[in-house]
């Protein structure tokens, strides 16, 4: 059964703190990304990884950061929490192959920042 | 810019009933795949259908089938005979491959509701 896997399914941080959100893939997939879903705003892709260490910028990078330093990991870094990051975040990987393009996702993280 | 458009915000339906969820996309790239994911309550995305941007041809799975107008860049979603458990909200998406990688696009979505 193939595995997307986030670390916390809830986690309340304080603001300020730097929060690391962790993913986990038993797939071998190349690909990995992170987005975050808000009410009436469907899910924007924060950042994406083709590669070990590489990672491209999505459409809300500012205030993340992330790291794969590992084919199977891929961490978001939230430097300073904002309440204003108060959301839910999804991980989703997929394969680089040509044709097998699903990708799968985590059960997801809802993060409060108070 | 990539951009997934979903005009719908919600939709209900009876069960038995045939529904239909409207997406639009923009591109610039020639290969691309486009698919319809589904988020029950459970939070769980699940992937509902596929389809190649290369294929003519509308995909189907079982209920399910898409309308792909590529000239048009519109992608629907037709749910036929729906049921109570098609209750959720779906997310329409395109994954492109190009220079920089891969990138997965989603729209705002689309929540259906299927009542008895």
């Known amino acids: 059964d193939v595995k997307v896997t986030q670390s916390s399914r809830y986690l309340v941080k304080r603001t300020g703190e730097k929060v690391f959100l962790e993913c986990v893939q038993d797939?071998?997939?190349?690909?990995m990304f992170w987005y975050r879903q808000d009410p009436g705003l469907g899910l924007r892709l924060i950042y994406f990884?083709?590669?070990?260490?590489?990672?491209e910028k999505g459409d809300i990078p500012e205030g993340y950061s992330v790291s794969r330093e590992k084919k199977e990991r891929f961490s978001l870094i939230l430097e300073s929490a904002s309440t204003n990051q108060t959301s839910m975040y999804l991980c989703?990987?997929?394969?680089?192959?040509?044709?097998?393009?699903?990708?799968?996702f985590g059960q997801g993280t809802r993060l409060t920042v108070v | 810019a990539q951009t997934v458009t979903q005009s719908q915000p919600e939709m209900s339906v009876q069960e038995a009933e045939t529904v239909t969820l409207s997406c639009t996309y923009d591109t610039s790239e020639n290969n691309y795949y486009l698919f319809w994911y589904k988020q029950p309550p459970s939070r769980q995305m699940i992937l509902v259908i596929r389809?190649?941007?290369?294929?003519?041809q509308n995909a189907t799975e079982n209920r399910f089938s898409v309308n792909f107008q590529k000239a048009a860049k519109s992608f629907s979603l037709k749910i036929s005979d729906s049921q109570l458990g098609d209750t959720a909200m779906y997310f329409c998406?395109?994954?492109?491959?190009?220079?920089?990688?891969?990138?997965?696009?989603f729209g705002k979505g689309t929540t259906l509701s299927v009542s008895s």
């Open positions: 989703a990987s997929s394969s680089a192959a040509a044709g097998n393009t699903e990708a799968f």
């Open positions: 990884s083709y590669d070990v260490k590489m990672k």
């Open positions: 797939m071998d997939h190349e690909n």
């Open positions: 389809q190649e941007a290369y294929k003519q």
């Open positions: 998406a395109f994954m492109i491959y190009n220079q920089a990688g891969t990138a997965l696009i």
